[in-house]
């Protein structure tokens, strides 16, 4: 009988010993404990979080009045969104240099500060080329510091605690989106509301920023710098005790061989990392292309399009996807430790899919043009729609006549004055011709049938519940695990440059691709993507509750994966703890790993 094979007869589900330090055998091996200050600097570390969800949320109900304000076309509206995204993959590309040579928490603080500036930059003016600028700062900002809080908080929590503290920072992200679109909502009906909207997070940024400062840096990254003696100091303040020596010594033991890594390891079979950069690519490719990023940019759009005609009613409705956000990430959040990241992202993949099946099938019975909804308020509809003016007048005839007004409207707002939204939201829904209006009707027959539209309302926000308990936080969780701490910083930039290059290609196109296909249509091929994605978490994703950051990367670098005979398909190996003296286990102590 082999050596594996004895193994697998000794233990249940067939485990396989990995051999640690004989201190982590000894009973209360949880050793490491999670200190009031370990959390507190986490919570500050995750407002960036906040942030991020704020500013990723607000364009959805802000959108609704720019687009009138400064008469944007359906590309344009594209552009506006997608400014944040160019600025966003632009960080992502160069972060990671910025967070492994100068550290994790100055580049929190330089992010903080740049979403200030960006902010500040997009108050004194109405101009599409300003916002398009602002836009692009806030961008690169929200980029640079989702990579550096999840690296940071991953290096500062004990890792009975870790997954709890990383997921910290996906609540703060749906927290921020909630808070973005009841900020919608609350400035829906005020004109040139989008400027409070913008101004709100600016304190926040400047008390991060701030508050940062005062926060230890990451132990790891210490050691890193071969400054050993200012690493035992922060990690006997994080753990609140006097001796941090055990901990050192296991992070420096794994840090040993890694500070020489290269950008371009990542792409090389050593220690498996090519493996483990194409199980994070494609991870975020899945995030991506499930098509949840739209939703969130785009939908008070989407509510508009599937009968909550108003501003103020698409942005109330909104506010129902932000708060399901928030409710969903809650038990991910709490439970990840005791559940695991894999079997989240197969719950949250699994039900996706079912949801996104079901909000296809209603769309096809209601007749969208996306293109009369992203259009409804240009100047000319405006024109049109007031009572008595130019009633038997087709829209097309008096595209000459506008376009020399939009353009310096486009350029400054300092000179003339967009009409008030609600009154443009009114006229609207004011018939030009036997009670009907050419460009703000969303339905070619009529209204949507109430059913319909609460029923395609619900599918969507059970969707949004699913990807907020899988991909959402889930994913970020795995991907600060899965990389030795020497390269985490540049692997984490490469994978959410692929997240941003991704979000930036789907969301620039999305209206476009929608009035082409149809929302249903978009609807099927997220089903399928969900669903691709279930199947590669099942056969390629670790479950690495219970492990420290070292463990998994020694782990990782043995073998990342295993063919077994018997199924015809790769299975992860997953590092769980167990009891030395648990019965069938005696002749092996420590930590077993399960394939």
């Not at 967070?99 to 902010?119: E, K, M, N, T, Y």
């Amino acid at each position: 009988m082999s050596k594996a094979q004895k193994v697998h007869e000794f233990v249940p589900q067939r485990l396989i010993f990995l051999e640690y330090p004989s201190y982590l055998k000894q009973p209360g091996a949880h050793w490491i404990s999670c200190g009031t200050f370990t959390f507190l600097s986490s919570a500050v570390a995750a407002v960036s979080g906040l942030l991020m969800g704020y500013e990723l949320g607000l364009i959805s109900g802000a959108l609704l009045q720019m687009s009138s304000i400064l008469v944007l076309s359906c590309k344009e509206q594209e552009i506006v969104v997608s400014s944040l995204l160019f600025g966003a993959l632009f960080a992502s590309l160069t972060g990671g240099f910025l967070i492994d040579r100068f550290g994790r928490r100055p580049a929190i603080i330089i992010a903080s500060s740049l979403l200030v500036l960006g902010s500040l930059i997009l108050l004194p003016y109405e101009s599409y080329g300003i916002l398009i600028v602002g836009r692009i700062a806030i961008g690169i900002s929200i980029s640079l510091s989702s990579i550096a809080t999840c690296v940071y908080i991953a290096e500062i929590a004990p890792q009975h605690r870790r997954g709890l503290l990383v997921s910290l920072n996906e609540l703060m992200i749906v927290i921020g989106i909630l808070f973005a679109y009841i900020s919608n909502y609350a400035f829906a009906s005020i004109s040139h509301g989008w400027k409070y909207m913008f101004g709100l997070v600016i304190p926040l940024g400047a008390l991060q920023a701030v508050a940062m400062y005062f926060l230890p840096p990451s132990p790891r990254f210490l050691v890193m710098k071969n400054n050993d003696e200012a690493a035992r100091k922060v990690l006997e303040k994080l753990r609140e005790t006097s001796d941090a020596t055990k901990e050192l010594t296991v992070i420096k033991s794994s840090l040993k061989d890694e500070h020489q890594y290269s950008f371009l390891d990542l792409f090389r079979s050593k220690n498996n990392m090519r493996a483990r950069m194409l199980v994070g690519l494609t991870l975020v490719f899945f995030v991506q292309t499930t098509g949840q990023p739209n939703i969130l940019f785009y939908a008070s759009t989407v509510l508009k399009s599937v009968g909550f005609q108003s501003n103020e009613a698409a942005s109330l409705a909104s506010t129902g996807v932000g708060v399901v956000k928030v409710v969903s990430t809650v038990p991910a959040t709490v439970f990840v430790d005791q559940v695991g990241s894999k079997t989240f992202l197969c719950i949250g993949s699994s039900v996706m899919a079912v949801s996104l099946v079901t909000m296809g099938l209603v769309n096809r019975n209601i007749h969208v043009n996306f293109t009369n909804v992203c259009r409804s308020q240009s100047p000319e509809d405006f024109f049109l729609q007031r009572p008595g003016n130019l009633t038997g007048v087709t829209n097309g005839s008096l595209k000459d006549l506008f376009a020399s007004k939009a353009s310096p409207e486009r350029l400054s707002f300092g000179a003339q004055k967009s009409p008030h939204v609600a009154r443009t939201e009114e006229l609207n829904r004011t018939a030009l011709a036997g009670g009907k209006s050419t460009t703000g009707s969303h339905m070619e027959s009529g209204e949507v049938p109430v059913v319909l539209k609460w029923l395609s309302l619900g599918s969507l926000l059970v969707y949004v519940a699913a990807f907020s308990i899988g991909l959402g936080p889930m994913s970020w969780l795995v991907l600060s695990e899965i990389f030795p701490g020497g390269i985490r910083g540049r692997a984490m930039a490469l994978t959410s440059s692929m997240n941003w290059g991704i979000n930036l290609l789907i969301s620039l196109t999305f209206l476009t691709v929608t009035e082409l296909i149809g929302l249903s249509s978009v609807c099927f091929i997220y089903t399928v993507m969900s669903l691709a994605s279930l199947a590669f978490v099942i056969v390629f994703i670790p479950e690495t509750k219970g492990c420290s950051l070292e463990q998994i990367s020694m782990e990782l670098a043995k073998q990342l994966y295993e063919l077994i005979p018997k199924k015809r398909f790769f299975q992860c190996k997953l590092c769980v703890p167990t009891s030395p003296h648990k019965k069938g286990t005696g002749a092996m102590k420590g930590r077993v790993l399960v394939t």
